[in-house]
């Protein structure tokens, strides 16, 4: 190995020098799959400590205005009952007192005068009213409250209102200047010293003004709160901001319908948080009243956006990224450090196990220095050169390719002036065995020539290959036609005799049953199947690109079978049929009804010698022996040519001396009839299918019939007979067909 040899060492520290940082394609996949991980990895959690965040301030805005709601709802209560000391204070008013011992004009207007100063200097106060003992409306400061008599609920001993007893009502809405005015009115009881009732008296209050007067508690004018009711709906709060979706931005509307999974969480609970899509809202339910038989509850709703939040969050948002930014490129720097110092590590151990192990490979190694002395040489080497790979140390290399001084003097001088030389070299020892070689200069380590690499490569099988491919075209180059086709027949070589006895031009997308249509396209299957079962199929073919008489072939089909027992490749060869019974030049003899015409251009000539009448009253018959039905019991080609033997006997012993019978096709008979019209021709065929059934020939045999037309050629009269052929085959009574047979009147 090259380890234990001290003179490879040199090699060794080159090829380590020649090595270099290579990117593979797993690797650069392990590196894009490790970024993506981390960039993702990085928005993910990116966009985690994002939400967090917000969510964290959205919590801690919460809890600031739960308690700043908490606050408000301790106010609104006091403010309340405030409101309660107010009334009573009223009820004890020196005026309304000398009013109602002395109920006069004057003094009922010096009341209102009073009343209505504390009306403008108060502002949640809306309005005084009097009413009389039984309910009734007497006077009030002007206002659009209604006169109308008090409900009878509270009158009477069933309120048993006195002393300092005030009765509250719940919120109501008062149409004020224009606008609707959320107001609650709080009544007392007039009473005597006897406790006797002198009427009642009746403040209104605004709910508006009671929460403007309470507005310094608020931490922020962007976060509005919402008075509604246990029914959920809204009396006071309207934000003059951007409406929020789902929540009622009218007085009167109902949040139980705009918002039923926010008002779901509310009438749960007396307090609480909501995070919506739009907004994180707080709630807190405060009691007006605390008296046993009044029962005020309502909800006091605040919320802030969520695009508020976020940009109050948005200069840490801003900073969460650059930090992230920073660690995704830090972290990805890391990585391909990290790759890198892998790729530098295995790189330098790669290029010592290649020094090492470069001359264990397949491929003959030869190190040799530059005087074209060998250094050393791998196994394969050996080998190749059939010399010991121990004798070939320090030999020459022109020695062990056994090769002339002049050669070699070629292959240096290249090698120095172009760094590399290539070619085959035949050591002409007793294998025979053909070297591919090629030399090159190894990589320059300081002063002098550099060394020489050799690699050699045995081709001989792939010479004998070649030669053998040669062989083969010179043995295809004959005067048959050949061609090799799939076992379905497509084309895949032919011979250029082929080529031009088809017309092709080199063209291989064909195949035999499209090119041979005429005689193997409705037989390809019977063909390929006794392929299968025998080997081979051999008959006459009447196909030619040109004329259809212009050729008659004997066709030889044979199977190639390959290891799973299978048609794999198909051998076909064209032969010229013997054509010894046509003379070169035509002749104008009429044959002898015995004679069996072989040729289309015998019965033509024998056609062109009928007188007119016999012509033009002349039948044509199309004899079918070799239906599809009988086929499936006949092995091979010889019975269907015996079977045609016996029927053509079997014709000529029977039919008139002036009907001549054609070898059209095997399988196939033609037969003239002059002098015959469509009936007759009819009788005959009748009479010969009998005959031949009384002597066991006549199964499955069909016969087409055509007339003869004024004007018709004989290709045109068989055209015919061929169409009556084809409704033969389809008459499954008596097998015999007509076309043509009405003469145009």
Not at 144 to 155: C, G, I, K, R, T
Not at 188 to 208: A, C, F, H, K
Not at 415 to 434: A, F, I, Q, Y
Request: charged share 15%; aromatic share 8%; net charge negative.
């Amino acid at each position: 190995m090259l380890k234990n040899n001290p003179s490879l060492q040199p090699l060794a520290s080159l090829l380590s020098l020649a090595q270099g940082l290579h990117w593979s394609h797993q690797r650069m996949l392990a590196v894009a799959s490790q970024l993506s991980m981390l960039v993702i990895g990085m928005i993910i959690l990116t966009h985690l400590i994002i939400t967090l965040g917000e969510r964290r301030l959205q919590e801690e805005w919460a809890t600031q205005r739960y308690s700043e709601l908490q606050t408000i709802g301790t106010l609104i209560t006091d403010k309340v009952a405030f409101q309660q000391f107010r009334t009573q204070l009223f009820a004890k008013d020196e005026l309304l007192n000398q009013y109602l011992k002395n109920p006069t004009p004057a003094s009922q207007q010096k009341l209102q005068e009073s009343w209505q100063e504390l009306v403008q200097h108060i502002p949640e106060l809306l309005g005084i009213a009097l009413f009389d003992p039984q309910g009734n409306y007497k006077f009030a400061t002007p206002a659009n409250f209604s006169q109308d008599a008090l409900p009878a609920a509270l009158l009477g001993s069933s309120r048993n209102l006195g002393g300092k007893e005030v009765f509250t009502s719940p919120l109501e809405f008062v149409p004020l200047n224009g606008i609707l005015e959320p107001y609650m009115y709080q009544m007392t009881w007039l009473e005597r010293p006897d406790q006797s009732s002198m009427g009642y008296l009746i403040t209104y209050n605004s709910m508006v003004q009671m929460l403007e007067a309470i507005k310094p508690a608020f931490s922020s004018n962007k976060s509005p709160m919402l008075v509604l009711d246990t029914q959920g709906l809204l009396y006071a709060g309207v934000s003059e901001l951007a409406p929020l979706p789902h929540i009622p931005d009218t007085l009167g509307a109902s949040l139980r319908q705009s918002y039923p999974a926010l008002w779901r969480e509310m009438s749960m609970s007396n307090f609480g948080q909501f995070h919506g899509e739009d907004a994180t809202f707080v709630y807190l339910k405060v009691e007006l009243t605390n008296q046993p038989e009044l029962r005020r509850d309502y909800f006091l709703l605040s919320y802030i956006r969520n695009d508020d939040i976020a940009s109050k969050f948005s200069q840490w948002q801003n900073i969460v990224i650059v930090a992230s930014l920073m660690l995704t490129f830090l972290a990805a720097w890391v990585i391909l450090l990290s790759h890198m110092y892998r790729l530098q590590y295995r790189s330098r151990q790669y290029s010592i196990d290649v020094a090492n192990t470069l001359f264990n490979s397949e491929v003959g190694f030869i190190l040799a220095n530059e005087q074209a002395r060998i250094i050393s040489a791998n196994p394969k080497a050996a080998e190749a050169t059939q010399v010991p790979q121990d004798e070939l140390t320090d030999r020459s290399l022109q020695r062990a390719l056994n090769i002339d001084d002049l050669t070699h003097t070629q292959i240096v001088e290249q090698v120095h002036r172009l760094g590399e030389w290539s070619g085959n070299l035949s050591l002409e020892n007793d294998k025979g065995s053909t070297l591919k070689v090629n030399v090159r200069q190894a990589p320059k380590l300081g002063r002098g020539m550099p060394n020489m690499l050799v690699t050699l490569e045995d081709i001989s099988e792939i010479i004998s290959s070649q030669n053998q491919a040669f062989l083969s075209e010179l043995l295809c180059d004959t005067t048959v036609a050949t061609a090799l086709t799939d076992a379905n027949g497509k084309l895949i070589k032919i011979n250029p005799v082929f080529d031009q006895l088809m017309q092709l031009n080199g063209d291989l997308n064909h195949d035999l049953a499209s090119l041979l249509a005429n005689d193997l396209g409705n037989q390809w299957q019977r063909i390929t199947a006794q392929i299968n079962m025998q080997g081979q199929w051999q008959g006459q073919i009447l196909s030619s690109p040109n004329l259809r008489h212009s050729n008659c072939l004997q066709a030889t089909l044979k199977g190639h079978v390959a290891a799973d027992g299978e048609i794999d490749y198909i051998i076909c060869t064209l032969e010229q049929a013997n054509d010894g019974q046509r003379g070169a030049e035509a002749r104008n003899f009429v044959p002898h009804r015995s004679t069996i015409l072989q040729h289309l251009s015998d019965l033509e000539r024998y056609f062109a010698s009928l007188s007119p009448q016999s012509r033009s009253n002349s039948s044509l018959l199309v004899m079918d022996i070799n239906p599809e039905g009988l086929l499936s019991h006949m092995s091979d080609i010889d019975q269907l040519e015996n079977r045609q033997q016996e029927v053509e006997v079997q014709l000529l012993l029977e039919i008139p001396t002036h009907y001549q019978i054609l070898h059209w096709q095997l399988g196939k008979l033609l037969l003239l009839l002059p002098d015959t019209d469509a009936t007759a021709a009819h009788h005959f065929a009748l009479n010969t299918i009998e005959k031949l059934n009384s002597n066991g020939l006549g199964e499955g045999i069909s016969i087409g019939i055509a007339s003869y037309q004024e004007g018709q050629s004989l290709e045109q009269y068989l055209s015919n007979a061929e169409v009556a052929l084809k409704r033969a085959k389809q008459n499954n009574d008596q097998n015999i067909g007509q076309a043509f047979t009405r003469h145009p009147s």
